[in-house]
Structures are given as structure tokens and as C-alpha cells.
């Protein structure tokens, strides 16, 4: 089955960022990789950042590509867009699977599992409540935000499309 693209649809790619204000949609399609919705619902703003990596160590380019830079970087932009009002924010992630399970059944610590914790420590640092979480097991799944309500659906082959 094919897909129309909207007109005001954003593919946020790995690494990548992307925010949108009063409608359009936002997606992204994630393995071990971490997908984070920024929400400023008064405004009807929101932010995604796909994550690919829990730290930058230093290195800030391109800055969506880890949880301690993509993060500020997605506020700092939702900031801009929003004419530098502060913004009360939430978040919702998912993503963060192993996608190797079959290679190492009885791997712990994957690069998956550093993403989650290093989002999730981001966040609390920065005291942003998270609403909703997809997280884990051995798919991949896309996840798709509708800027307007807000509203985050998930989908993984073979199963139901999940609310989040």
C-alpha cells in the first residue's frame, strides 16, 4: 500500500530534529534509537528528536545525534519558534529495542538500554515529566506525532497501532 506525504509532514531522519507549531505531522522510525516528543500544548508546539547515542563525550555536531545535546537543541528551537516565551514542557519516548537480540540473546546494556537511561536522565535533570513510553523489546517501530492534539501513535509490524 502506498503513503501520500502531507504537505506539512516532517521525516525526522536519524540524528535529526524537527518542530512544528498549530499542525502538521511529525515522524521517525527507530531500532535501538530513541524518539522523543517535546509537547508545549498551550502553544501547540512540539519538538522530535531522533536519537542515535546515550552521550556526545564532548563532540556537538550534529547535535540530535545524542540525548545530552539533541535535547537542549530540540528546546532551543521549539524556543525560537515560539518567539522566546518560555515553554512548560512534557515528553513522550519510545524506541530503544535490541535489534541484535538474535546475535546476543543475553546481552544487557545494549545500546539501546544507554539510550533509554540517558534520555530519561536528561529529562529529570531538566525537570520535563514524561507522559508516555514505547520502549524496548526486539523491533523496530515508527512513531508518528500530530502536532495539533498532541496525539503520538505508535506502530510495529504485525501489531496494533499504539496510543501513546
Known sequence: MSQIKQANEILVT??????????GILRTLLGSC????LFERKLKLVGLA?????????RCQPAGKYADTAIPETIRRMTELAGGLRLSLSAKIAGGANMFAHVSPNATNTIGEQNVAAVEKVLATLDIPI???HLGGTAGRRMVVEVESGAVQIHVIGQPVVPL
Open 131 to 133: 507522559l508516555g513510553r
Open 34 to 37: 530513541i524518539g522523543i516528543a
Open 50 to 58: 531522533h536519537i542515535v547515542m546515550p552521550d556526545s563525550m564532548g
Open 14 to 23: 536519524m540524528a535529526g530534529i524537527g518542530v512544528a507549531q498549530h499542525q
